[in-house]
């Protein structure tokens, strides 16, 4: 089946500092792909999304690139802020009904 | 922002008790998803609705879960007996349609289940 892969766990920056997560997924089906981020006492959001027609997203300076070679799907910021703080998640769509696949999160810790 | 509404944000319940809580999607979103997020952030997909009619569900939800997403009226969600287990974040969200369009999530029931 479907599956997301994030390796880090969490992510502790300083403000300003350059933001990578990984993010590697496996599908049978041309993949839509998100990145979803969740703030304490919320649920997700939408950060950026991204199909195989555009490859690239970009939202609030974070960016995503879809690379169908190495099945990757990035995020990246260049310059992080405090108010960036919370989980990170890779986010695989189902083409059929939409169903969506997550990642186990990434918690990103940015500090003044 | 989104505009899913999720009641009750807190839900205490006993062992074997019912648990019930609604969602009410985005205006003119027919696609409706139920997800169970757990204390180690691990998502698991329930079931999803276009309109009234369930697309997919999985296992669990066929045996001690039931949900519903009425004309006119709330959707909602109910575990007949809860276990232990089923303390989670459940996760309302809506779309457009099936396909690659985005979801768009509520902020959540807590339940615990003592």
């Known amino acids: 089946g479907d599956s997301v892969t994030q390796m880090q766990g969490q992510v502790t920056l300083s403000e300003d500092d350059f933001l990578f997560i990984n993010c590697t997924y496996s599908t049978t089906w041309y993949p839509t792909l998100f990145w979803y981020v969740q703030y304490p006492g919320e649920g997700p959001q939408l950060l950026l999304k991204v199909t195989t027609a555009n490859n690239k997203g970009i939202s609030r300076g974070f960016e995503a690139t879809y690379d169908k070679r190495t099945t990757s799907f990035h995020l990246q910021k260049a310059s992080v802020q405090e108010s960036d703080s919370a989980v990170y998640y890779c986010v695989l769509g189902d083409s059929g009904y939409n169903k969506l696949t997550f990642g186990k999160g990434t918690v990103l810790l940015v500090s003044p | 922002n989104s505009k899913v509404i999720q009641t009750p944000r807190y839900l205490v319940k006993g062992q074997g008790q019912k648990a019930k809580m609604r969602c009410i999607p985005e205006?003119?979103?027919?696609?409706v998803f139920w997800y169970q997020q757990n204390k180690n952030n691990e998502f698991k997909f329930l079931i999803n609705f276009q309109n009234q009619e369930v697309l997919q569900q999985i296992d669990m939800t066929e045996k001690r879960f039931s949900a519903e997403c009425p004309s006119n009226s709330p959707c909602s969600l109910e575990i007949q007996s809860s276990e232990a287990g089923d303390s989670a974040l459940y996760l309302c969200?809506?779309?457009?349609?099936?396909?690659?369009?985005?979801?768009?999530f509520g902020p959540g029931t807590r339940l615990t289940v003592l």
């Open positions: 205006k003119g979103h027919p696609v």
């Open positions: 969200a809506s779309s457009l349609s099936g396909g690659s369009y985005e979801q768009y």
